[in-house]
């Protein structure tokens, strides 16, 4: 049991070119999510997802695009990086639903420099 | 979702009890408090969360006032592996899992 695995864990990107974050669960969560943290600041949330098929935006998405064709999976895609997008993401899952509070886990994160 | 107050930082003694404060004035009747923690470079991790009910587990107690309207998050001995940002967060449990992390408490431990 892998838990919550992003990859790669540090990426460099010039302006303009884009590239996709992965994030993979191997716990059958339902709700997935990332979200991005800068320098001194506390997580931001980019998009998430409360099932295959849907996904939906969070409190900064611009820039980013998600896709969420499986349970497993759910990439986040920058179209064209720019320097403001230089941050450390996180990707979490929860398992949705019930009617008890579900912690939330956390991926060990992907450092992105864009230059 | 309510707002949080929380210290910018503290320091602890090894071995000691560590009481983080926050304070969750606007809070409504179903929302509940949640900490997280985040250390170093780490993603954040659940401690343990509470609606009006003192609550404990392995980690930590969360101990909630009458009113609601503060908490305080106890590390009983603290060690230094807890040296990290703590998180109080104020939201209702629903169908809605968006987290609204603030700046939190950075809370060192020293030997």
């Known amino acids: 049991n892998a838990g919550v695995t992003q990859t790669p864990k540090f990426q460099v990107l010039k302006t303009g070119q884009s590239m996709t974050l992965q994030c993979a669960q191997d716990?059958?969560?339902?709700?997935m999510s990332w979200y991005r943290q800068d320098p001194g600041m506390g997580l931001r949330l980019i998009h998430y997802s409360v099932g295959a098929g849907i996904t939906d935006q969070g409190e900064v998405p611009n820039g980013y695009n998600v896709s969420r064709s499986t349970t497993e999976d759910f990439p986040l895609r920058l179209l064209s990086a720019a320097p403001s997008q230089t941050s450390v993401y996180f990707c979490?899952?929860?398992?949705?639903?019930?009617?008890?509070?579900?912690?939330?886990?956390f991926g060990p994160g992907t450092r992105l420099t864009v230059l | 979702d309510a707002k949080t107050t929380q210290p910018p930082s503290m320091d602890c003694a090894e071995g000691r009890a560590a009481n983080l404060p926050c304070n969750h004035s606007?809070?409504?009747?179903?929302?509940?408090v949640y900490w997280y923690r985040q250390i170093h470079s780490q993603g954040p991790q659940y401690i343990i969360h509470g609606l009006k009910n003192n609550e404990t587990n392995e980690m930590a107690s969360l101990i909630i006032t009458e009113d609601r309207k503060s908490s305080t998050l106890i590390l009983p001995h603290a060690t230094l592996r807890d040296t990290a940002v703590y998180y109080c967060i104020v939201r209702v449990a629903s169908n809605d899992y968006k987290l609204s992390f603030g700046a939190g408490t950075t809370v060192t431990v020293r030997a």
């Open positions: 979490a899952t929860t398992l949705a639903g019930g009617s008890s509070y579900n912690e939330q886990f």
């Open positions: 716990m059958n969560h339902e709700y």
């Open positions: 606007t809070i409504s009747g179903n929302e509940y």
